[in-house]
């Protein structure tokens, strides 16, 4: 029950306030929203109710969910050869554009939000640059294997103080993290401190794949981490830190979205609704709602630069022919549409089946 409940948090909330952001966003320019719903209701599978002119629903598929207003050609293909004050198509192009955004806008107020909140109540993490090993992982998960890491391999323990790495003197840790990142699968001779005896060993880092100003390179990893500092900041120093961290989590999916395209990486790279129910369980098992809420957080990330991606059928798509329509000072043929609308709704539904797969490779 646990990881159900946490997956409906997980997706729940980023996309609730998606589609709120949506719905007021319409509102605040006049545009009719006919439906507004958290999940698809295919078949009609679903609960419902209508309030004035709106009808309000859960659907039973919780993988999304959307808010339709009058006068936009959307997944169910509805149009009309009139137009009406109150429709989407009726609007200006900046209105246009403000009401398709307005869902990314508030998945990354979300985001930016929890974000802040968590760093203002804990305060912001800065490393101890001294070469003593806080933590160890015992186990690492690398392109989902689990092995024995490096650092426990060679029987390093907490407190542990990196003295030196093949005849180099190691003074910091920004020292150390540099030298078993540059040689990934490359043996080296630690030598380490334990309450004043000296103790060595060979080890290996083991690689993954990391970007590193933009490009996807392999480091070398050994499964330590340091000891930080907990700095506590004020609250507008924390908001700045939210919209910083949400910013880097941004660069991050379109570094993986470019790496995608070179081949740098591949599609059984990506999850779906199976395995996130798997991932928002086990977080919150092992982290409590703390670690669930950040989770919430980076994926209400991912579905908003996602959703405005200039892919038809997604927001970013509808921006664009508003864009498009607004310098030709006219509308598309409703036939183009008709045709950008299906292509989205291939698209898209490939793309699902696809991550649906990988994630019953990833379960099994």
Same mark, same amino acid.
């Given at each position: 029950?646990?990881?159900?409940?946490?997956?409906?948090?997980?997706?729940?909330?980023?996309?609730?306030?998606?589609?709120?952001?949506?719905?007021?966003?319409? =509102?605040?320019?006049?545009?009719?929203?006919? $439906?507004?719903?958290?999940?698809?209701?295919?078949?009609?599978?679903?609960?419902? $109710?209508?309030?004035?002119?709106?009808?309000?629903?859960?659907?039973?598929?919780?993988?999304?969910?959307?808010?339709?207003?009058?006068? @936009?050609?959307?997944?169910?293909?509805?149009?009309?050869?009139?137009?009406?004050?109150?429709?989407? =198509?009726?609007?200006?192009?900046?209105?246009?554009?403000?009401?398709?955004?307005?869902?990314?806008?508030?998945?990354?107020?979300?985001?930016?939000?929890?974000?802040?909140?968590?760093?203002?109540?804990?305060?912001?993490?800065?490393?101890?640059?001294?070469?003593?090993?806080?933590?160890?992982?015992?186990?690492?998960?690398?392109?989902?294997?689990?092995?024995?890491?490096?650092?426990?391999?060679?029987?390093?323990?907490?407190?542990?103080?990196?003295?030196?790495?093949?005849?180099?003197?190691?003074?910091?840790?920004?020292?150390?993290?540099?030298?078993?990142?540059?040689?990934?699968?490359?043996?080296?001779?630690?030598?380490?401190?334990?309450?004043?005896?000296?103790?060595?060993?060979?080890?290996?880092?083991?690689?993954?794949?990391?970007?590193?100003?933009?490009?996807? $390179?392999?480091?070398?990893?050994?499964?330590?981490?340091?000891?930080?500092?907990?700095?506590?900041?004020?609250?507008?120093?924390?908001?700045? $830190?939210?919209?910083?961290?949400?910013?880097?989590?941004?660069?991050?999916?379109?570094?993986?979205?470019?790496?995608?395209?070179?081949?740098?990486?591949?599609?059984?790279?990506?999850?779906?609704?199976?395995?996130?129910?798997?991932?928002?369980?086990?977080?919150?098992?092992?982290?409590?709602?703390?670690?669930?809420?950040?989770?919430?957080?980076?994926?209400?990330?991912?579905?908003?630069?996602?959703? @405005?991606?200039?892919?038809?059928?997604?927001?970013?798509?509808?921006?664009?022919?508003?864009?498009?329509?607004?310098?030709?000072?006219?509308?598309?043929?409703?036939? @183009?549409?008709?045709?950008?609308?299906?292509?989205?709704?291939?698209?898209?539904?490939?793309?699902?089946?696809?991550?649906?797969?990988?994630?019953?490779?990833?379960?099994?």
């Amino acid at each position: 029950m646990i990881y159900f409940l946490s997956f409906f948090v997980v997706i729940g909330l980023p996309v609730f306030l998606h589609e709120l952001g949506h719905f007021l966003a319409a =509102r605040s320019v006049g545009i009719k929203v006919e $439906k507004f719903y958290v999940g698809f209701n295919f078949f009609g599978l679903g609960l419902k $109710k209508k309030y004035k002119d709106t009808e309000y629903g859960i659907g039973l598929f919780p993988m999304g969910g959307y808010v339709k207003v009058a006068g @936009i050609l959307d997944e169910s293909f509805d149009s009309s050869s009139k137009k009406y004050d109150y429709e989407f =198509r009726s609007k200006n192009t900046l209105q246009k554009v403000w009401f398709l955004s307005a869902g990314v806008i508030m998945n990354f107020l979300l985001s930016s939000v929890i974000f802040s909140v968590f760093i203002f109540n804990d305060g912001y993490p800065e490393i101890i640059n001294e070469p003593i090993i806080n933590e160890i992982s015992s186990e690492l998960n690398i392109e989902n294997e689990v092995i024995l890491s490096p650092a426990a391999a060679a029987g390093l323990i907490k407190d542990d103080k990196i003295i030196m790495i093949n005849n180099n003197y190691i003074s910091t840790w920004n020292q150390l993290s540099n030298i078993i990142h540059d040689n990934p699968n490359k043996e080296l001779t630690l030598v380490w401190d334990r309450n004043g005896e000296t103790l060595t060993s060979s080890i290996t880092p083991i690689p993954v794949k990391q970007f590193i100003d933009g490009d996807l $390179k392999n480091i070398g990893i050994l499964g330590i981490s340091p000891y930080y500092n907990m700095n506590q900041v004020s609250l507008f120093e924390a908001i700045n $830190k939210g919209i910083q961290k949400t910013i880097s989590l941004l660069k991050q999916i379109l570094f993986s979205l470019k790496a995608l395209v070179s081949g740098g990486v591949s599609f059984q790279d990506f999850f779906g609704p199976l395995y996130l129910v798997k991932m928002a369980g086990e977080t919150t098992e092992a982290g409590g709602i703390k670690s669930l809420l950040l989770l919430t957080a980076m994926i209400s990330v991912n579905l908003g630069l996602i959703n @405005i991606l200039p892919i038809p059928g997604l927001d970013g798509g509808h921006v664009f022919i508003a864009l498009i329509e607004g310098i030709i000072r006219r509308e598309l043929p409703l036939q @183009i549409k008709y045709a950008i609308q299906f292509i989205g709704f291939v698209l898209i539904m490939s793309l699902f089946v696809l991550v649906i797969y990988n994630d019953i490779n990833h379960l099994m």
